[in-house]
Nanobody
Framework: QVQVVESGGGLVQAGGSLRLSCEVS????????MGWFRQAPGKEREFVARILWSGSGAFVAASVRDRFTISRDNANNTATLQMNSLKPEDTALYYC??????????????WGQGTQVTVSS
């Protein structure tokens, strides 16, 4: 059984930064692709970023590419989303997802419960 747990969300003022972490456990010998998604109230879930198990293949959605970065620490089975210069429109529930095959914006099998990010103006 694979578990995906996000942490690091919270309330921040516009222009501030937050760092989200995602830990995958349960089958740590697998090579997971890890991704971040977000869903704002009344909107569809959207892809934010992903990174391969090797730490290569980092890909960030164009809408946030100049402000967000993704990285991973395989020693701790975690992936991190660094979010800078946050805007009120970044307010959403942020989800981490994991896949045992290489995927980009869809096809993730394992999902966390989400962590709330709220950016005040």
């Amino acid at each position: 059984q694979v578990q995906v747990v996000e942490s690091g969300g919270g309330l921040v003022q516009a222009g501030g930064s937050l760092r989200l972490s995602c830990e995958v456990s349960g089958r740590t010998s697998s090579s997971f692709t890890m991704g971040w998604f977000r869903q704002a109230p009344g909107k569809e879930r959207e892809f934010v970023a992903r990174i391969l198990w090797s730490g290569s293949g980092a890909f960030v959605a164009a809408s946030v590419r100049d402000r967000f970065t993704i990285s991973r620490d395989n020693a701790n089975n975690t992936a991190t989303l660094q979010m800078n210069s946050l805007k009120p429109e970044d307010t959403a529930l942020y989800y981490c997802a994991a896949s045992q095959v290489v995927v980009v914006t869809s096809g993730y099998r394992y999902w966390g419960q989400g962590t709330q990010v709220t950016v005040s103006s």
